[in-house]
């Protein structure tokens, strides 16, 4: 390896940062194992037994041990295989909210070499049947309540509903045949399809190996903290959302006790911690926001509150610094990472780094970053702005069916994230802006083109575009500017309503401007910057 800088990780020779972590030691690629074995593997070195507390449903109180998930998953694992006759390379759409029971399935799918494709339950159908076209999955787990948006006739092994008394006997009821089913599974196999919204309006089906499970299993691992007793991790997060999708490995490689909320809703939140005597929160900056305004968090016992875990979007200096002063104790731990580095790929670490505000932290081991000038394609020096590349071990192999989008977004084993970042001479990571169009409504990617495209079909809208508008509680919100028909009287309330019939309520238009022209330059590309910027002039002039 070339010679680097110690301080900030970077190589003046190759103009590339390396991760300054103590190095991380990977099984050999090529030995077989499935993500859920290695996690189990890194879970044997806990210090307590299999008795303690693995999940607990925060509305019903019902606990499942780590014995208790562990022999669930086996089981289920065994009777998928026998008599529902899931197979090594078959995908499994699950479209379900947080609940114990998701988990476990994960771990029994990923056991058998079954790829992973879990979705958004409040998905309209028309958007699941394009997540289908882009997964091809052979069956599907849901519940009572959201499985009626599935196209049955699609799915070859049917419909499991995971609130039935069929799923419950599937992971309950052992066979003659072995608890621990035999499949191999290499580490370069498909383990998941999770789903990300791109630049260009089409969601897109980012393909996780066994592989970039277990290098991140292994970050988690190399993390590991000496506890008097476990810590216990409040999920607000979803478990279709990589975040969520991978703290599902972490709490069993840490041995950690998850407890689960179906649906978030702050008062519930706070109630929970109170009442599990809750150490850590995973949570999206929306939450740190709000609990660290006004009185919202009177009246509950939050003392046993050690730590926050906030990614899915940036949190701000002003949010964090509120938090503090109300929390001094608690520590916020804040992270870097897309769906397509499976999840957080740089973090904060210890007492020295969580202090600093307005970073993201460093690169996690093993891993490689460039900032590269979007101009000139050229890779900068530390302090200097550019695109963020990445290249480890965590990197997605791709977008599934998708390969305009892959020559784009991978190129020689680096990751382009399309995001405006720097990194210090100390080797910190600094978020700028988004070289990509999403907007982040509470953790959720919404992508203006969908929306843009949606407010084309409408009759009476000549011209649109779709912006992020920031906004306290969700970091941002969608805003449409639109350029009526002549003679229309179309109002805010007729777009609003008109967009709302169509898509997933995250990605509502909340604000409309009416306009005379939308700001294009001679390619025809929106200047979304200028847009933004009359629409801050427009709200502090209304001030």
Same mark, same amino acid.
């Given at each position: 390896m070339k010679n680097f800088d110690s301080k900030s990780g970077f190589s003046s020779d190759s103009r590339t940062f390396h991760s300054l972590r103590p190095p991380v030691h990977l099984p050999p690629p090529h030995s077989p194992l499935s993500a859920s074995h290695y996690a189990l593997s890194l879970h044997l070195k806990s210090p307590w037994s299999d008795s303690v507390t693995a999940l607990v449903d925060s509305a019903s109180g019902h606990r499942v041990s780590f014995s208790e998930f562990i022999h669930s998953s086996q089981t289920l694992a065994s009777n998928l295989q026998s008599l529902v006759r899931l197979s090594k390379g078959d995908t499994a759409f699950v479209l379900s909210p947080n609940l114990v029971k998701v988990p476990i399935l994960y771990f029994a799918l990923l056991s058998l070499g079954v790829v992973v494709s879990p979705a958004n339950p409040i998905s309209t159908p028309a958007e699941i049947s394009h997540l289908f076209q882009l997964s091809s999955p052979a069956i599907a787990f849901s519940t009572s309540s959201t499985a009626h948006k599935l196209p049955h006739n699609l799915l070859r092994l049917g419909v499991i509903l995971l609130d039935s008394p069929e799923f419950d006997s599937l992971m309950t009821t052992t066979t003659t045949k072995p608890a621990v089913p035999l499949v191999e599974v290499s580490q370069s196999d498909l383990a998941a399809i999770l789903y990300s919204s791109g630049t260009t309006g089409k969601v897109k089906g980012v393909m996780l190996t066994h592989r970039n499970l277990i290098a991140l299993a292994a970050s988690y691992d190399a993390t590991r903290s000496q506890r008097e007793r476990p810590a216990v991790f409040l999920y607000t997060i979803p478990y279709f959302h990589v975040y969520g999708f991978t703290y599902s490995l972490r709490s069993v490689v840490l041995s950690e006790t998850v407890v689960l909320m179906e649906r978030f809703r702050m008062e519930k939140m706070l109630k929970a911690v109170d009442e599990f005597r809750v150490t850590h929160l995973a949570v999206a900056p929306p939450v740190v926001v709000a609990m660290a305004k006004g009185d919202v968090t009177d009246g509950y016992d939050l003392s046993s509150l050690e730590g926050i875990a906030c990614g899915a979007a940036p949190l701000g200096k002003d949010a964090a610094a509120a938090f503090k002063s109300k929390f001094p104790r608690v520590v916020i731990v804040q992270g870097y990472g897309l769906t397509e580095t499976t999840a957080s790929i740089c973090r904060t670490t210890g007492e020295a780094e969580t202090i600093k505000t307005g970073t993201t932290g460093k690169l996690i081991a093993g891993v490689e970053a460039k900032i590269v000038d979007?101009?000139?394609?050229?890779?900068?020096?530390?302090?200097?702005?550019?695109?963020?590349?990445?290249?480890?071990?965590?990197?997605?192999?791709?977008?599934?069916?998708?390969?305009?989008?892959?020559?784009?977004?991978?190129?020689?084993?680096?990751?382009?994230?399309?995001?405006?970042?720097? =990194?210090?001479?100390? &080797? $910190?990571?600094?978020?700028?802006?988004? !070289?990509?169009? /999403? =907007?982040?409504?509470? &953790? $959720?990617?919404?992508?203006?083109?969908? !929306?843009?495209? /949606?407010?084309?079909?409408?009759?009476?809208?000549?011209?649109?575009?779709?912006?992020?508008?920031?906004?306290?509680?969700?970091?941002?919100?969608?805003?449409?500017?639109?350029?009526?028909?002549?003679?229309s009287s179309l109002s805010e309330a007729d777009v609003i309503d008109f967009i709302a019939k169509q898509v997933s309520a995250y990605k509502k238009i909340r604000r409309v401007l009416f306009v005379s022209s939308i700001p294009k330059n001679a390619g025809g590309k929106i200047l979304r910057k200028d847009l933004s910027k009359f629409a801050l002039h427009q709200s502090i002039s209304k001030l």
């Open positions: 979007p101009d000139t394609g050229l890779a900068m020096f530390p302090g200097q702005e550019g695109e963020l590349w990445l290249r480890g071990p965590s990197i997605a192999k791709g977008y599934v069916g998708d390969p305009e989008a892959n020559s784009a977004t991978f190129v020689d084993g680096w990751l382009r994230t399309g995001d405006l970042c720097y =990194i210090d001479h100390q &080797g $910190y990571l600094y978020v700028v802006d988004r !070289l990509k169009e /999403l =907007i982040k409504y509470k &953790g $959720y990617q919404v992508a203006p083109a969908e !929306l843009e495209n /949606l407010l084309h079909s409408h009759s009476q809208i000549k011209d649109a575009a779709v912006i992020p508008y920031p906004d306290e509680e969700a970091g941002q919100v969608p805003m449409a500017f639109v350029v009526r028909q002549p003679q």
